[in-house]
C-alpha cells in the first residue's frame, strides 16, 4: 500500500511536515554534505523555516562519504577522508555559520586554528625500499613539463574523453610526480585527462609544496566528527527533518515540474506530493555507494550499482531525458573506478611510534605516505591522535587505500582486493620494513578494509553533456547537486565541489542576489606561476 505524506502519519517513515501546508517545502534526496550544505543555505540565505525542509536518506546515518564509526572494541573505520586547503572558499562559508562541537568558535575557525598549530609539512612523501624520500624531486622530463603546460591551457572541448595516459608517454607514470600526484588524488592512467587538467590549474598554488604536502589542511578529529556532527546538530537545532533509511525509487513530472517524490522505507513504499512552488534537489550519483567492509580474517566484496539506490534512481530519471546526464559512463566501470581502503585500530601507540621514527614525523604532521614501490600503490596517513570522538589515549588510529588493489602484493601474494585485514596490515608492515615486529602489531590490530567500487567513477572519461547541469533547462523546481552534476573550473572528489553545487543550487533556485564565492584561479597569479615553474623544473628556491 503507498502511503501519501500530504498530512502527518504516525509511520516512521513518513515525511515530516505541519498539519496544514505552508508557502514552500525543500525536499533533498541523499543525506550527504550537498544535502546537508542545501539545507543551511535554504535557511541561512534563502530564510526557509527548518522544519519546512526534509532531507530524504537511504542509510540508517548522515553525511555520506564524509563518515566515520566504530569502536576501540571493534575497530574503527573510516571509507576515506578529504584533503582542505585554504582556497575552498565555499566550504569555509559554509561552515563559518556553523558552530564547532565545542561551541565557542565556528567550525571553519576551529580548522584554521587547528592547522596553524598543527601545520602538514611532509618529511617522508614516498616511502621506497624501506627508507624514506624527503621532498622527492619530481623528475619530469622537458617533454613532460610541456604537456602539463598545454594541458593547463587547452580548451576542455578539445581534449573529449581522452584519457592522462592518451596525452603524456608511458615514462611519465614512472616519475614521482606522478606517484605524489595520483595517490594525494587517487588519480589513476585511465582517468579523464579533463579532470586531471582541472586539478592541474586549481592547485596550481600548491604545486611549489607539493613534496612536503604543505598548503593541505585537515580537521581537529575525523571529518565526520569535525563536520558532519556540528551540521547536523544546527540543522536539528532549526527543526529540519531527517528521514532516514528512506530511498527514493522514482520522481514524477508534471511536463517540467516534479510533482510526486516516490520512496520506499523499511519495505513500504511511499511518496509525497510536490507543488510548483516546492523545491526538490537530488544529489545524483554516489561514489561510495556499494561499498562493502571486511574484518581481520575477511576480504570485503565488490558490490555493484544494485546494492544501493543512488545509481539506480539516476539511470530511471535519465530515461529519456538527455539533459539528465548519462550515468552509466560513472557507474558501468566498476573495474576502473574501484579501490580499496582500509582503517587500523591499534591497542598502544607502538606502530606509530615506529612509523614516526622512520618517517621524521609526528601523527598529524606529515600527511599521506606513499609506498612508491609498491605492487598495490599504497598510501598511509597517521591522523593526529585521537582521531574520534571518545577514542581512549591508549588506542591510536591510522587509514590506508591502495590503487592498484588486482595486483598480488609484494609480502602476501594476493591481490589487495582479496585480502583480509590482517594480510594488509602484513603488507604494510613489510613495506615498512617492520617484519620483526609483525606478530606483537598483527596481534593488537583490527584492520577493518573496505572496497568501494564507485569511488573514483567521478573521474572517469566523460563529455560536457554527461554530467546534468545544476539547473537542468527549462525545469522549475528540480535542482542536481553533488560530485555528478556540472560545475565550471572546480574540481571533483572534493568537499568543495559538493558544497558549491549545492549554494549554487540554492542561490539559483531561490532567485538570491548572490553567487557562490568564485573558484580561486591561480593560473591568473604570476608569482603563483613562477614557483610552480620552479618547482617543475626542480630549480631550488
Known amino acids: 500500500m503507498t502511503q501519501s505524506t500530504n498530512v502527518p502519519a504516525s509511520d516512521p517513515c513518513a515525511a515530516a511536515m505541519p498539519g496544514h501546508r505552508p508557502s514552500r517545502m525543500a525536499y533533498l534526496v541523499g543525506g550527504g554534505i550537498a544535502s546537508l550544505a ?3 543555505f535554504l535557511i541561512r540565505d534563502g530564510d526557509l523555516l527548518g522544519h519546512n525542509i526534509t532531507i530524504l536518506e537511504e542509510l540508517d546515518t548522515l553525511g555520506g562519504s564524509l563518515d566515520g564509526s566504530g569502536s576501540p572494541d571493534t575497530g574503527y573505520v573510516l571509507r576515506g577522508g578529504r584533503m582542505l586547503e585554504s582556497k575552498y572558499l565555499c566550504t569555509f562559508d559554509l561552515f563559518s555559520s556553523i558552530p564547532a562541537l565545542g561551541g565557542d568558535v565556528s567550525v571553519t575557525e576551529e580548522i584554521f586554528a587547528w592547522n596553524k598549530a598543527m601545520k602538514t609539512s611532509s618529511k617522508s612523501r614516498i616511502f621506497r625500499d624501506g627508507h624514506r624520500l624527503t621532498a622527492p624531486a619530481f623528475g619530469l622530463s622537458e617533454k613532460h613539463i610541456l604537456t602539463i603546460e598545454r594541458l593547463a591551457l587547452e580548451p576542455e572541448r578539445l581534449l573529449g574523453r581522452s584519457t592522462i595516459a592518451d596525452e603524456f608517454d608511458a615514462d611519465f607514470f614512472k616519475t614521482d ?7 594525494t588524488f587517487a588519480f589513476q ?6 579532470e586531471f587538467k582541472r586539478y592541474l590549474v586549481r592547485f596550481a598554488h600548491m604545486v611549489s609544496g607539493f613534496q612536503r604536502l604543505e598548503g593541505i589542511m585537515r580537521t581537529p578529529l575525523n571529518q565526520y566528527d569535525s563536520m558532519v556532527r556540528p551540521l547536523v546538530k544546527w540543522l536539528e537545532q532549526r527543526g529540519v527533518n531527517f528521514q532516514e533509511k528512506t530511498r527514493v525509487t522514482d520522481l514524477d513530472f508534471d511536463e517540467k515540474s516534479v510533482k510526486r517524490i516516490v520512496y520506499e522505507c523499511d519495505g513500504a ?7 510548483p512552488n516546492d523545491l526538490v534537489i537530488v544529489t545524483m550519483g554516489s561514489m561510495t555507494e556499494g561499498s562493502s567492509l571486511g574484518g581481520m580474517d575477511t576480504a570485503p566484496v565488490l558490490n555493484t550499482k544494485v546494492h544501493g539506490g543512488a545509481w539506480t534512481l539516476w539511470e530511471k530519471l535519465a530515461i529519456d531525458r538527455p539533459e539528465f546526464g ?9 573495474e576502473d573506478s574501484k579501490w580499496v581502503s582500509f582503517t587500523t585500530t591499534l591497542q598502544d601507540h607502538a606502530f606509530l611510534n615506529f612509523v614516526r621514527d622512520l618517517t621524521g614525523n609526528v601523527p598529524g604532521e606529515g600527511g599521506l605516505i606513499t609506498f612508491s614501490d609498491s605492487a598495490w600503490l599504497a598510501s598511509i596517513v597517521i591522523p593526529s591522535q585521537p582521531h574520534f570522538i571518545g577514542q581512549p589515549k591508549d588506542v591510536s588510529v591510522f587509514w590506508g587505500y591502495g590503487l592498484k588493489v588486482d595486483t598480488p602484493g609484494d609480502f602476501v601474494r594476493k591481490p589487495m582486493s582479496a585480502c583480509t585485514g590482517r594480510e594488509i596490515m602484513a603488507e604494510i608492515i613489510g613495506h615498512l620494513r617492520l617484519s620483526s615486529h609483525g606478530a606483537s602489531l598483527l596481534n593488537d590490530a583490527i584492520c577493518i578494509p573496505c572496497m568501494m567500487p564507485f569511488i573514483t567513477s567521478q573521474f572517469l572519461p566523460r563529455e560536457a553533456r ?9 525545469y522549475t523546481n528540480l535542482a542536481f547537486a553533488g560530485q555528478f552534476c556540472e560545475l565550471p573550473d572546480d574540481v571533483v572528489f572534493t568537499v568543495e565541489y559538493s558544497i558549491r553545487s549545492a549554494q549554487t543550487a540554492v542561490n539559483s533556485m531561490l532567485g538570491l542576489k548572490r553567487e557562490a564565492p568564485a573558484v580561486y584561479k591561480g593560473k591568473f597569479d604570476p608569482a603563483v606561476l613562477y614557483e610552480a615553474f620552479k618547482a617543475l623544473h626542480g630549480i631550488a628556491a
Not at 177 to 183: A, I, L, N
Not at 326 to 334: E, K, W
Request: proline share 10%; charged share 10%.
Open 326 to 334: 548519462h550515468p552509466g559512463v560513472f557507474c558501468d566501470h566498476i
Open 466 to 474: 554527461d554530467r546534468p547541469q545544476i539547473i537542468p533547462g527549462g
Open 189 to 194: 592512467p585511465w582517468h579523464s585527462a579533463v
Open 269 to 275: 513504499a511511499g511518496e509525497i506530493a510536490v507543488l
Open 177 to 183: 610526480f606522478w606517484f605524489m600526484w595520483c595517490t
Open 38 to 40: 542545501s539545507a543551511v
